[in-house]
């Protein structure tokens, strides 16, 4: 059974930092596509970063240059670090796991929520 569980996050000034993690079990985490997707109150889930296994990093213009996610395939993990959060980040973030024959599991979400 695959698990993602999801670590990080709260309530933070505009300015501030937060870190996200995610952990995963039950799957080859080395050989799937890992990252990040975000929703807001009212808007549709939106991707922030993802990793790709053996591809470029892929991030979402609004967050360029203020986000940087990484992963550790030792340890199942896929973390999201958020530099110079403003309020338009705040959303629920969720941990996505896409397996090389396309199946994707999603954490159950963390909540971010920036302060003006």
């Known amino acids: 059974q695959v698990q993602l569980v999801e670590s990080g996050g709260g309530l933070m000034q505009a300015g501030g930092s937060l870190r996200l993690s995610c952990t995963a079990s039950?799957?080859?985490?080395?050989?799937?596509?890992v990252g990040w997707y975000r929703q807001a109150p009212g808007k549709q889930r939106e991707l922030v970063a993802v990793v790709p296994n053996g591809f470029t990093t892929n991030y979402a213009d609004s967050v360029k240059g203020r986000f940087l996610v990484s992963r550790d395939n030792a340890k199942n993990t896929v973390s999201l670090q958020m530099n110079s959060l403003k309020p338009e980040d705040t959303a629920a973030y969720y941990c996505?796991?896409?397996?090389?024959?396309?199946?994707?599991?999603w954490g159950r979400g963390t909540q971010v929520t920036v302060s003006s």
């Open positions: 039950g799957i080859i985490f080395a050989i799937c596509d």
């Open positions: 996505y796991i896409r397996t090389f024959v396309g199946v994707e599991y």
